[in-house]
């Protein structure tokens, strides 16, 4: 075995985090999930606080933590454009804040800390497919920038904390992921499909349905996080996606398919600054990391619906 760690996971309650804290309570590390419970829940960790390994706290990293740790993974921060947008403001504090925070501890304590960066800092991109030195169209004032311009200011901290005080620094640019853990009311794409079929509801297309994702299985990424977190002398930022490129309305059709549901699909207005394209450029994480995601959005997605079967049916 590894040598046995005490990693930080803030998110660890939400969708990857938990999945996260769980593949690393596996390999056998000491691991404390810090949440708010804004969007995630106790429910998501429930089967790993038996384990003595394990530790929930309630906290807001927007206040300071301390404790002593080998690593830190940032997770903490509403991801579906439902919550985040919810309280713009706490946003903005949550990713800034806490990268503060969550930095400030990486640097007493000598921790490598890695930012769950994302897909979103490249905006409404205008290069496709978008590889890590492409800067990013961002709209500043619109109603994502919340959560795009957080995280932007995020990977800034990251990156002048290991350039100013020499922090241990990872920052991985997550792109669009899904599976079971994703709430049923979460609002994104993946979780709204599945679950409206399966209860007979409107298929909700925004906008023509053109606009195109790239969808990832959780365990992939939680894969590739880790495989970041052993690779040394590597900062990132690096992409962490799965290029397969689908349009929406396409994704609509599989999992009507795939659930043999009758729901029809409805088209609704497309939300503000919705970015019309997404697909990562994934060869550096190829060459570094000597990743790239295994399970194809099919079977992902076989996954995830028997999930929401066992949960909301
Ligand atoms: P999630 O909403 O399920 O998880 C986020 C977790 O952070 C939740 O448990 C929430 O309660 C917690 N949280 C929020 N604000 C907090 C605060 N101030 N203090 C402490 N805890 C707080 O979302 P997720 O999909 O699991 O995303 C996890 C991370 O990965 C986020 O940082 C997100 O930006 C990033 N990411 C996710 C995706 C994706 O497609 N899922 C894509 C890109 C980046
Ligand atoms: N979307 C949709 N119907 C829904 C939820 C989302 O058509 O019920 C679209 C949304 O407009 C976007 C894409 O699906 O074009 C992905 O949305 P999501 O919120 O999952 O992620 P993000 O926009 O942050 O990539």
């Not at 979103?120 to 030195?133: I, M, S, W």
Request: net charge neutral; charged share 25%.
């Amino acid at each position: 075995m590894k040598k046995r760690k005490t990693v930080l996971v803030t998110g660890g309650a939400g969708f990857i985090g938990s999945h996260l804290c769980e593949r690393l309570l596996e390999q056998g590390h000491y691991v404390i999930a810090l949440d708010n419970f804004f969007s995630g829940s106790k429910d998501n960790v429930l089967h790993l606080l038996d384990n003595h390994r394990f530790e929930l706290v309630r906290h807001d990293i927007t206040m300071p933590y301390f404790a002593e740790v080998d690593e830190i993974y940032n997770l903490a921060c509403p991801a579906s454009p439902v919550h985040y947008q919810y309280n713009p403001i706490k946003t903005i504090k949550t990713s800034v804040m806490g990268a503060i925070n969550m930095l400030g501890l990486a640097k007493r304590v000598k921790a490598c800390i890695m930012q769950a960066s994302t897909s979103e800092v490249y905006g409404d991109p205008a290069v496709h497919p978008q590889l890590e030195t492409y800067w990013g169209n961002v709209n500043p004032i619109g109603p994502r920038s919340c959560y795009d311009e957080g995280k932007r200011c995020a990977e800034s901290l990251f990156v002048n904390y290991h350039n100013q005080n020499g922090v241990d620094i990872k920052i991985i640019r997550i792109f669009n992921t899904y599976g079971p853990r994703m709430r049923p009311d979460d609002g994104r794409v993946v979780s709204n499909f599945i679950v409206q079929a399966l209860k007979g509801e409107d298929i909700t297309v925004y906008g023509d349905g053109t606009q195109t994702r790239s969808f990832q299985y959780v365990d992939d990424l939680v894969e590739g996080m880790l495989k970041m977190m052993e690779t040394e002398n590597f900062t990132g930022p690096v992409n962490i996606g799965n290029p397969g490129e689908f349009k929406i309305i396409e994704l609509a059709e599989m999992v009507l398919k795939m659930t043999g549901s009758k729901s029809k699909i409805v088209f609704k207005p497309l939300p503000k600054d919705d970015p019309i394209q997404r697909k990562p450029d994934i060869s550096m994480a190829k060459e570094k990391l000597n990743w790239e995601p295994k399970i194809p959005l099919e079977e992902g997605l076989k996954r995830t619906i028997e999930y929401f079967k066992k949960t909301i049916l």
